[in-house]
């Protein structure tokens, strides 16, 4: 059971170019979630998807886009990259929202650098 | 704004010793979580914690929430090395103008357990 799977692992970006993570959950969860994680920090909220065509903004979404593309697979687009976004990023996906207690499962994290 | 504050931040203690992660959180809320991240891995769910005076328990890890002094524990007993790991605890901020998946997560507890 691979659970949350996330692409590329390592990335290295020039600024102003631009990327999508990829990521995919086989738990068939509806809602799903990025965050980033920042050194000695905790995880922010990048964006949510309560379920597929849906899509909120998290706690820091300036510089990012998404994409819910069914639902399996919800993808993080950053149009031009800036050092600022060189960060871990971490995909997640529940079952169901956090406020009925659902328990959120991350995936291993896409590790990206900006120059 | 929600905040959450863990402390201690850095814990070294040796084996089979007893502490105490303590996390602390600026307004109401009735959903808290713990993770454990190992270096460079994702985040693993310890505890779901969803409502006043909830205790869980798995092996060496107890967790229990007072919702009325807005503040979590993770109780440590008879550490072992295996448990060297950052530890997280998140609290639930969709009713404060979170969008829904929206955990403000403490800066971590980094935890190293020496024979």
């Known amino acids: 059971n691979a659970g949350v799977t996330q692409t590329p692992k390592f990335q290295v970006l020039k600024t102003g170019q631009s990327m999508t993570l990829q990521c995919a959950q086989d738990?068939?969860?509806?809602?799903m979630y990025w965050y980033r994680q920042d050194p000695g920090m905790g995880l922010r909220l990048i964006y949510y998807?309560?379920?597929?065509?849906?899509?909120d903004k998290g706690e820091v979404p300036n510089g990012y886009n998404v994409s819910r593309l069914n639902k399996r697979e919800f993808s993080l687009r950053l149009e031009s990259a800036a050092p600022s976004q060189t960060s871990v990023y971490f995909c997640?996906?529940?079952?169901?929202?956090?406020?009925?207690?659902?328990?959120?499962?991350f995936g291993e994290g896409s590790w990206l650098t900006v120059v | 704004e929600l905040k959450v504050e863990q402390n201690p931040l850095f814990l070294s203690m040796q084996e089979g010793k007893n502490y105490t992660i303590y996390c602390n959180y600026s307004?109401?809320?009735?959903?808290l979580y713990w993770y454990r991240q190992d270096p460079g891995k994702s985040l693993e769910s310890l505890f779901v914690?969803?409502?006043?005076?909830a205790v869980k328990q798995e092996g060496r890890l107890m967790a229990s929430l007072d919702t009325k002094a807005r503040l979590s524990t993770l109780h440590i007993t008879a550490a072992v090395h295996d448990l060297s790991a950052t530890y997280f605890c998140?609290?639930?901020?969709?009713?404060?103008?979170?969008?829904?998946?929206?955990?403000?997560f403490g800066k971590g507890t980094k935890l190293s357990v020496k024979p």
């Open positions: 307004t109401t809320s009735d959903r």
């Open positions: 997640a996906s529940s079952d169901g929202p956090i406020f009925w207690g659902n328990t959120i499962y």
């Open positions: 998140a609290v639930d901020a969709t009713n404060y103008g979170g969008s829904q998946g929206n955990l403000i």
């Open positions: 998807s309560a379920s597929e065509g849906t899509t």
């Open positions: 738990m068939n969860h509806n809602s």
């Open positions: 914690l969803l409502s006043n005076g």
